[in-house]
């Protein structure tokens, strides 16, 4: 059953949100998978026969050493996450006033200076509008909450684009926060990083 003038009902999209956070789930763990390290095989007699020669017949070189498999980086996604949080007007900055953006890139800017030499590889938006002005009072509006964390997702490249990927659904994404006593205006920004 639809309600609120065919909106989906909060069933649907609980679904919809649960698979969205399955998504998170699977590729954190398929980032966070360290492939095994192949065991270092020695070095060949034709190897070890060169590096004899050269000593011998040069003693001021010395051979250098053999690359191991440890050496090689780890990629994937860092299990350890950062949040940060940003208020703003969330009327104004849905209606794109050059204001309410600017504002925003100011608060991005400062919030993020604490990660600074990193690189967001996955981003999660989480936007919370009350029917109540201000404050934390007044009911979630879900549908205003969501459109408002968008906002905010598709803004955050233009914010800090060497911090940021470029804007995609796959990787920035918005979603609405119903927890209780978050102030209407609050967006919440959980940020996934590379290993490095």
């Given at each position: ?10 069933t649907?999209l609980a679904?919809?949100l649960?698979a969205?956070?399955?998504l ?7 980032g966070?998978?360290?492939?095994a ?5 020695g ?6 026969a060169?590096?004899?020669?050269t ?7 010395s ?5 191991s ?8 996604l860092d299990?350890v996450?950062?949040s940060v ?10 209606a ?5 953006t600017?504002?925003?890139t100011?608060?991005v ?12 590889a996955?981003v999660m938006?989480?936007?919370t509008?009350?029917t ?11 549908g ?5 964390a968008?906002?905010?997702?598709r ?5 800090a684009?060497?911090f ?11 979603y609405?926060?119903?927890g209780q ?8 920004i959980e ?6």
């Open positions: 059953m639809r309600r609120d003038g065919g909106r989906p009902g909060g649907y679904g919809w649960f969205d956070l399955l998170v789930i699977v590729l954190v763990v398929l966070s998978e360290v492939p390290a192949t065991p270092d095989p070095p060949t007699p034709t190897a070890t060169t590096a004899t020669a000593a011998t017949t040069d003693p001021s070189r051979p250098s050493p053999t690359p498999d440890t050496s090689r980086p780890v990629t994937g299990p996450t950062a949080s940003i208020r703003l007007d969330p009327d104004s900055l849905i794109g006033r050059p204001a309410a600017a504002e925003l100011r608060q800017t400062q919030e993020i200076k604490r990660h600074e030499g990193r690189t967001a996955f938006v989480f936007g509008v009350r109540a002005s201000g404050g934390s009072g007044g009911s979630v509006d879900t205003r909450s969501d459109t408002y968008t906002a905010v997702a803004l955050l490249p233009q914010a684009p060497r940021f990927p470029p804007y995609s659904e796959k990787i920035i994404r918005g609405h926060d119903s006593g978050i102030p209407s205006g609050t967006a919440r940020l996934f990083f590379l290993l490095s």
